[in-house]
C-alpha cells in the first residue's frame, strides 16, 4: 500500500473513557494498523500533528484555552475532524458547570471543599486559563462527522474508521447510536 | 356505510369520524414521530415533531383532522430531517446531559433523536439556567430538561383534578411553573400517584429514589426503537376511544 491513512487523535475537556472505548476495539487494532497509522495522539505521545493528517477524532469539549488551540491545530492539520463522544458533541458532564460562575466553582474546589488544606486558587502563569463556560468543538470548528455516546462503543469506532477506509460515506446503523 | 379513507404514503387507511391524523395513522399501525401528543390527552401540538404533508402542505397530525380522500406524506426524507432539525433545537434549548440522567434509555426525546439518526445539535448550546425544584419528599422536577409538551399540565388539569402545573413566561423565557404560594412542590397536594408524575415524555418529573433501577441493556428503548414501542402501547388507546365514539 501506498502510504498509510494517518489517524491523530487526542483529549481535550474529555476523560480519556472515549480513548478506552477505542482500544476495546482488541485485536481488531491489528487489522487497523494493517492500514493505519498513528498520529499525534497520546497513545503515541507525538506532541503535534503532522502536516497531513488523514483522520482527526477529538474526545472531550472546550473548557480552557489549551482546549481551543489544540484543537485549532488539529481542524488545520486534519482532511477529517470528527467529534468524539458526548463531551466533542455537547459539552458533556464538564458543561454542567455552565450555569455556575467559574468563580464560585473554583472557589468551591479550591477553597470551601472539605479536605482541603492550604487553600488557594492556582494561578501560575503554565496553567492554560479556564473559558467562562465549556463549549462543544463545533461551536469553535468545522466538525466533519459526529460520533455519538459516552463513550461510543468500540463498534461504533470500528463501523466509522472501517467505512472511511473503504470510500464508503460513513453512517451508524440505529443499534450503534447512544447518548449515553 | 361507506368507510372513510385516506392514504399515508400512499397506503390506504381507514379512519372514524372525528379522528385526528395520528390517531387514524396508530390505528392502522403506522407511526408518526411525536412527543407533545399522548392520545390519552387532548392534543397541544406544539413540539411540531408530527408534521406531516397533507395534500401539499405542513400540518400537526396530532391536531389535523383526517378527511376522506386526503393524501399525507410522513416518512419521507424531507420530513425527517425536518423533524430531526426540530429535536436538535429541543435538545439546544434545554440542557440535556444523557449520561447523567435518569431516564436515559427510557426518554422519549433521546428515543425520538435515535429513530432519526441525529448524531449531534448542530446548532450551538444555549445552556440556559433553570431551576430544579427538589423540595417535595418523593417528586423531583428538573425543568433543564422539560420541553415544555404540557402533559403533566393535561394531566393534573384534567385527570388529577389538582392543577399543580402551568406554562408561563414566553419564547425562550417559556417555563414551567408549580401552583403554589411558595412555587415549590412540596407545598402542593401532588402525590405518587398521580397521573400528571407518569406522564413526563423526559426526564423534568421523576419519582426520586427509583434512577437507574433498571439496568443498561434493559430499558425502553435499548432493544426496540420509538415507533415500536409507541404503536405497542397507543394502538389500544386510540382503539378503545373509536369504540367509545
Ligand atoms: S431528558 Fe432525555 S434527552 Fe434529556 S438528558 Fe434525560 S435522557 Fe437525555
Ligand atoms: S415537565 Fe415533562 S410533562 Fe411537564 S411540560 Fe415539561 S416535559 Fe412536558
Ligand atoms: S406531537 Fe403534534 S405537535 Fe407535538
Known amino acids: 500500500m501506498a502510504g498509510k491513512i494517518k489517524v491523530a487523535t487526542t483529549s481535550l475537556a474529555g476523560c480519556f473513557g472515549c480513548h478506552m472505548s477505542f482500544l476495546d476495539i482488541d485485536e481488531r487494532i491489528l487489522a487497523l494498523a494493517e492500514i493505519a497509522e498513528f498520529d499525534r495522539s497520546p497513545l503515541t505521545d507525538i506532541k503535534h500533528c503532522s502536516d497531513q493528517v488523514d483522520i482527526g477524532l477529538v474526545e472531550g469539549g472546550l473548557c480552557n484555552a489549551e482546549n481551543v488551540h489544540t484543537l485549532r491545530e488539529f481542524r488545520e492539520s486534519c482532511k477529517i475532524l470528527v467529534a468524539v463522544g458526548a463531551c466533542a458533541i455537547n459539552g458533556g458532564l464538564p458543561a454542567m458547570r455552565n450555569h455556575i460562575p467559574l468563580q464560585e466553582c473554583l472557589e468551591e474546589s479550591y477553597l470551601d471543599a472539605v479536605g482541603v488544606e492550604n487553600p488557594q486558587i492556582p494561578n501560575d502563569v503554565e496553567l492554560p486559563l479556564l473559558l467562562n463556560k465549556v463549549h462543544p468543538i463545533h461551536e469553535v470548528v468545522k466538525v466533519d462527522y459526529f460520533l455519538p455516546g459516552c463513550p461510543p462503543s468500540a463498534d461504533v469506532f470500528w463501523k466509522f474508521l472501517t467505512d472511511l477506509a473503504s470510500g464508503a460515506e460513513p453512517s451508524l446503523p440505529y443499534e450503534l447510536v447512544h447518548y449515553d | ?245
Open chain 2, 1 to 245: 356505510m361507506t368507510e372513510h379513507m385516506l392514504t399515508i404514503d400512499g397506503q390506504r387507511i381507514p379512519f372514524t369520524e372525528g379522528q385526528t391524523i395520528i390517531e387514524a395513522a396508530t390505528a392502522a399501525g403506522v407511526y408518526i414521530p411525536h412527543l407533545c401528543h399522548n392520545p390519552e390527552f387532548k392534543p397541544h401540538g406544539s413540539c411540531k415533531l408530527c408534521t406531516v404533508k397533507v395534500n401539499g402542505r405542513n400540518c400537526s397530525a396530532c391536531t389535523f383532522p383526517a378527511a376522506d380522500g386526503q393524501e399525507v406524506l410522513n416518512n419521507t426524507q424531507e420530513l425527517n430531517e425536518t423533524r430531526r432539525t426540530i429535536t436538535q433545537m429541543l435538545f439546544i434549548e434545554g440542557n440535556h446531559f444523557c449520561p447523567s440522567c435518569e431516564k436515559s434509555g427510557n426518554c422519549q426525546l433521546q428515543a425520538v433523536g435515535y429513530y432519526l439518526n441525529m448524531l449531534d445539535a448542530h446548532f450551538p448550546f444555549f445552556y440556559p439556567s433553570r431551576e430544579v425544584d427538589a423540595s417535595h419528599q418523593e417528586v423531583m422536577l428538573d425543568r433543564d430538561r422539560c420541553i415544555l409538551c404540557e402533559l403533566c399540565v393535561r394531566a393534573s388539569r384534567d385527570v388529577d383534578g389538582k392543577n399543580v402545573f402551568a406554562l408561563s413566561g414566553r419564547g425562550i423565557n417559556s417555563h414551567l411553573i408549580v401552583n403554589s404560594t411558595t412555587g415549590k412542590l412540596k407545598d402542593t397536594d401532588i402525590s405518587v400517584d398521580d397521573k400528571a408524575v407518569h406522564v413526563c415524555p423526559v426526564g423534568a418529573i421523576l419519582i426520586k429514589r427509583k434512577g437507574f433501577e433498571v439496568p443498561i441493556g434493559e430499558r425502553i428503548y435499548d432493544g426496540q426503537d420509538i415507533g415500536q414501542v409507541s404503536l405497542e402501547h397507543e394502538m389500544p388507546i386510540v382503539e378503545e376511544a373509536e369504540h367509545g365514539r
